[in-house]
C-alpha cells in the first residue's frame, strides 16, 4: 500500500514541477508510527523521516540510528535541545534566539537548520513575522552549530487554495531575498503537507512533508 501511495505522490510531483531540475525531496512524517511501522516506511525506501516529539523520536534513533535521514519537525521546547539535537540531521523549526543559544551551547557537530516563518500572521503557528527574519539571521549567522540552510512555513488550515498558494509564493521570494546575501546555500524551502503538496512544489518547495496521504495506512 504505501508503495503505491509514493508512487502516486511521486506522480503527482512531477506534473507540479516547474522545471525538470526541480528536486523535490519527501519526508515521510513518522510521527504517530511505532518504531515496527517506522520500519515498513524504511523498507519501502524512504529514507527522509520527520519527527515532531522527543518522546516519539528517540525510542527510533535508538532503533535505526542513522540509517534514516532525520528531520524534527515539530516546535522544540529549548530544555528538549540536548536530548534530540545532536540526532537530528535538520531542524525545521528555528524561530527563536532562545533555542539558537541552547542549539549553540548543546550541540557538538553543526545541523542543517531552516528558519520557521509565519508567514499568515496566525496567533496559532509558531515562526518569525516576516519582517523580523533579517534581523534573526543576522544574530544566528555568527553561531557556527546552525548552518541556515533555507525557510519553512505552515500554510492556514483553513484557506483557499489560492490563498495557500499565495503564502507559499510569498515565502519563495523570500528566500529568493536573503540568499543573495547568504549565498547558495540557502536554498531549501519546506513547506507542504498532505493537503497541499502539490501548490508547494508549483512555488518551489524542495522538501514536502507528508504524513497521512503517504503513511496514513500503517495508522488504520
Not at 525510542?59 to 539535537?85: C, M, N, Y
Not at 542549539?103 to 528558519?115: D, E, G, L, N, S
Not at 516563518?117 to 523580523?132: I, R, Y
Not at 544574530?139 to 500554510?155: F, I, N, W
Request: aromatic share 4%; proline share 4%.
Amino acid at each position: 500500500m504505501i508503495q503505491q501511495q509514493l508512487k502516486n505522490i511521486q506522480s503527482l510531483i512531477e506534473q507540479a514541477k516547474q522545471t525538470p531540475a526541480h528536486q523535490v525531496e519527501i519526508i515521510a512524517v513518522t510521527k504517530q508510527l511505532s518504531v515496527e511501522q517506522t520500519r515498513i516506511v524504511l523498507d519501502a525506501g524512504l529514507q527522509h523521516l520527520g519527527e515532531n516529539r522527543p518522546q516519539g523520536f528517540l525510542p527510533k534513533v535508538e532503533a535505526f540510528g542513522h540509517e534514516p535521514v532525520w528531520h524534527f519537525i515539530g516546535s522544540l521546547q529549548t530544555r528538549k535541545v540536548r536530548d534530540v539535537i545532536d540526532h537530528i540531521d535538520f531542524l525545521h523549526s528555528l524561530d527563536r534566539m532562545s533555542l539558537a543559544q541552547e542549539i549553540q551551547k548543546r550541540a557538538t557537530k553543526p545541523v542543517k537548520c531552516f528558519i520557521q516563518v509565519n508567514v499568515s500572521g496566525e496567533d496559532s503557528k509558531h515562526g518569525l513575522a516576516v519582517k523580523d527574519v533579517r534581523d534573526f539571521i543576522e544574530q544566528v549567522k555568527p553561531m557556527d552549530k546552525m548552518e541556515l540552510v533555507g525557510l519553512m512555513t505552515m500554510a492556514p488550515l483553513e484557506a483557499s487554495r489560492e490563498e495557500i498558494k499565495q503564502q507559499f509564493h510569498q515565502l519563495r521570494l523570500l528566500r529568493d531575498e536573503l540568499r543573495e546575501n547568504l549565498g547558495p546555500e540557502f536554498k531549501e524551502l519546506s513547506m507542504g503537507m498532505s493537503g497541499d503538496y502539490e501548490l508547494a512544489v508549483e512555488e518551489g518547495a524542495t522538501f514536502i512533508r507528508i504524513g497521512t496521504a503517504l503513511v496514513g495506512s500503517l495508522k488504520e
